[in-house]
DNA sequence: TAGACTACAGAACAGTTGTTCGATTGTAAA
DNA sequence: TTTACAATCGAACAACTGTTCTGTAGTCTA
């Protein structure tokens, strides 16, 4: 019952983890076994295979086998980001820039930003705007923000989405909510009224799927 | 003068770079060159190896000679990410979280958000906190929010911070004006009234650097 | 004490992988 | 046409690297 549980690993495990990781980041790929050995003092490349495996049982890695340099993070940091394309901004009286069939597919990587994954919840076709303005403020969103958008000309009644009112000439991004031939557009803070216009007169633009704010 | 210019690649050369980050982005390690040799439909090394080195003249890629798999990309994804500890919530009555020395060596995974590091700018000793309530509306910032905190105990005029005061015994998130022997606080929503107080009523608790919002 | 387990060392083997050389083809410039 | 160069193929070599085997040593437990 003094037997190691499942999550703990040893302090040679968790020096061979961090040499890993930090290989990792220096490098751009991950190191060979005699790397480790090197790099963690062990004389032995068969101690390196050892905890190696240990740390692969225990779900702190993954290995392909015969495969040089074939070690995965299990916390897999590389796919933890997503490439998104910032293509244009968003501004109060302005159509939003439509993203097109090809806006993935070209890689123009000086237009691409990093977003963490989990800030997608799975979400595909996004694509980033950038915020012109203080004209949404009600959407507790700052000039200079970065709102990570989705495709949709559909939303269901609660999500928030870019919606533009054909009327007014403006856009804005609200949660919208179907009322019986209505449409209830609520802003994110509440100390602001909700909008009810009719459905001919809103055209959803795309979901918000995130906001980046950077202050500094 | 036809000649292709430094920063040109040919189709090849794009396919070659596209099935590099792809590999990257689906095992973790980078590709063999027997591997962007079938995967580009390339039927010999040597073609890939003449490309590689194409690429590695122009800035697209780097290179380790002898070294398997040793291909980092120029564009460095990995280095764009950090790790950013997630130590708490912040809410209007509670004081925040103060980071201890141990909350970045301790690399308790569960606990790491990932944050592009154009996020960042460049600020060191970072940590997360999740919003809690809407009391912080006046800051553009929702409940659920996750707001990036920099170590500090004083800010530059106009500075976005986490302000406790004492009195009040409440936190806000705040930009902060030293005005002759008073602190203005000014909130991001200019809808908002500034509030002014003593010096010796606020407490800075950190800088805030950025601000993640995620509504799916 | 014997048995089981963890941790380590050294060496040999085999598979993976980077490198290099020679030869061929097509295009564009001299 | 001749020359130059980009792009390609095939094959062989050498280096890098993962795997495995044989030992040794220390600790804990029955």
């Known amino acids: ?28 790929y991950p190191p060979a076994i005699r790397d480790i050995s090197a790099g963690c003092g062990i004389s032995s490349t068969s101690v390196a295979v050892f905890h190696l495996k240990k740390l692969e049982e225990k779900g702190y890695i993954r290995r392909r086998p015969d495969i040089s340099r074939g070690i995965e993070l299990a916390s897999a940091s590389d796919r933890e980001e997503a490439s998104v394309p910032l293509i244009g901004i968003i501004a109060a009286g302005m159509p939003v820039p439509v993203p097109s069939a090809d806006t993935w597919s070209e890689a123009d990587s000086a237009d691409l930003i990093k977003v963490p994954r989990v800030l997608l919840a799975g979400a595909e076709n996004v694509y ?3 915020v012109k303005g203080d004209s949404m403020q009600d959407a507790l969103i700052s000039d200079g923000d970065i709102v990570i ?14 919606v533009w009112l054909k009327n007014e000439k403006e856009i804005t991004l609200k949660k919208v909510f179907r ?16 909008i009810i216009v009719s459905a001919g007169n809103v055209e959803v633009q795309g979901k918000v799927v995130a906001v980046l704010r950077n202050l500094l």
């Open 179 to 194: 009322e019986g031939g209505h449409i209830r557009l609520q802003p994110a803070n509440k100390h602001y009224p909700a």
């Open 128 to 130: 980033a705007l950038k």
């Open 149 to 162: 958008m989705e495709s949709a000309v559909v939303v269901e009644n609660g999500e928030t989405a870019a």
């Open 1 to 28: 019952m003094m037997s190691t549980r499942k999550t703990e690993i040893s302090s040679r495990q968790r020096d061979i983890l961090k040499f890993i990781q930090c290989y990792l980041d220096e490098h751009g």
